[in-house]
């Protein structure tokens, strides 16, 4: 939970906006810190997302280069491939219910807070794509 000074913050606002918006935005982030709110989880979901993508990047540009010049490294690195793609699948599947679980997460928290219905969500984001 941080600290924060509420006037100094209604201040700021107050000299660019009306004080009728100024004072709810002071309120809005007064509540929002008072809050246990998730959002160092749906941080670390996306830093791990993060981290998932580039070691399936990186297994997928070691795969490509696996190869073998003679025919017994062939058959290893026919081998070695399978093994290869095998992590790259597993990592997948992880990678695939770990963004499940951050959209959850993040909709949830969107929903808590009231502005759900300011954010499209990733289906009529796609569909406006």
Not at 45 to 68: D, F, N, P, W
Not at 76 to 104: C, G, P
Request: proline letters at 1%; a negative charge.
């Amino acid at each position: 939970m941080c600290n924060f000074d509420k006037q100094a913050l209604y201040g700021v606002l107050e000299r660019h906006y009306d004080t009728g918006f100024s004072q709810t935005i002071a309120d809005k982030v007064e509540e929002l810190t008072m809050r246990d709110n998730d959002l160092e989880e749906i941080n670390e979901l996306s830093e791990l997302a993060m981290e998932y993508r580039t070691k399936i990047r990186e297994l997928t540009a070691a795969y490509r280069t696996v190869q073998g010049e003679t025919l017994v490294r062939q058959v290893y690195a026919a081998h070695e491939k399978i093994f290869i793609r095998r992590q790259i699948a597993d990592l997948w599947r992880l990678y695939r219910t770990l963004q499940a679980d951050l959209h959850e997460l993040t909709a949830d928290f969107r929903e808590n807070l009231g502005m759900a219905s300011l954010f499209p969500t990733e289906k009529e984001s796609r569909a406006a794509a």
